[in-house]
């Protein structure tokens, strides 16, 4: 089976978000990216994001998916094109693929850290930092320090992190891609219950065609040299997902039909 070739045009924005589809909660029309030493990262790049889905973005390194997120959250602005957001930009959640915690706080005080930026106090935000820790499985960590902990338990923090501010949009930059297969598989298993009990939306950027399947609800498959998106590719089994649905058909065709289009998104890449 093959994958759905995204043939939309560049398309303008109308003013107030007129232009968004109905259940997009951010659209990029016509975005492009040029980096300072003239590299582009992106060209006229055209993605709806919809609200509640698990979005994946797949792809070859240098294809663009970080710069996607990094233009979502306004680290940095496109060179061309524009973002729109439907009823203003949200409070948006970023897991980086490193977990960036302070080795001298303990994993209350990492979890804390945007609220206290928020100017809420330690006091009033000890029933939200209770509520991440939990929805990540570390409740009874929250006074240890991250020395004591394992990779794949910096990386909960991390996420508990991003959720104490409740964002309805969640993104995540290959947050498992360092950890061992085991534990990758399992915050995976987790990830999908996470999302399933908050029903926010995730934008996910993975190398992992296993990986993009188990967890979303579609995959956008990106091409390098310029960065483009060349495939977008639904997965209908519906969330929670468990290791039943890893072990059948369905999961193994819509992997091979991931595969296909990746592999044809990465043809002609030089290997240097």
């Known amino acids: ?40 990262a992106l060209s006229e790049l055209n993605l ?53 915690l302070m080795p001298w706080a303990t994993v209350f005080s990492n979890v804390y850290l945007p609220l206290r930026f928020r100017g809420v106090s330690r006091r009033e935000a000890q029933g939200r930092v209770e509520e991440a820790l939990e929805r990540v499985g570390l409740a009874k960590f929250a006074k240890a320090y991250p020395r004591e902990l394992s990779g794949g338990m910096k990386m909960r923090v991390s996420i508990a992190r991003a959720l104490v501010l409740r964002p309805p949009l969640l993104l995540m930059d290959e947050p498992f891609a360092a950890l061992d297969e085991i534990t990758r598989i399992k915050l995976n298993d987790d990830l999908v219950q996470l999302k399933v009990s908050l029903g926010a939306t995730i934008i996910f950027v993975t190398h992992s065609v296993f990986e993009s399947v188990y967890l979303s609800t579609r995959i956008v498959v990106m ?43 990465m043809e002609g890449m030089s290997l240097a």
């Open 1 to 40: 089976m093959s994958a759905t070739i995204q043939t939309k045009p560049a398309a303008a924005p109308l003013p107030g978000g007129a232009s968004l589809p109905r259940d997009a909660l951010v659209s990029l029309r016509g975005v492009s990216k040029v980096f300072a030493n003239r590299v582009m």
């Open 48 to 100: 709806d994001v919809r609200e509640g889905e698990f979005l994946s973005l797949l792809g070859p390194s240098g294809c663009g998916k970080s710069t996607v997120l990094r233009l979502i959250s306004r680290l940095t602005n496109p060179t061309a094109g524009a973002i729109e957001w439907r009823g203003g930009r949200p409070e948006i959640g970023f897991v980086f693929q490193e977990p960036t």
């Open 223 to 265: 091409a390098p040299r310029p960065g483009r998106i060349v495939a977008e590719i639904p997965v209908e089994a519906p969330l929670p997902r468990d290791e039943e649905f890893r072990l059948s058909a369905a999961y193994a065709e819509k992997c091979r039909e991931t595969s296909q289009a990746l592999h044809s998104a």
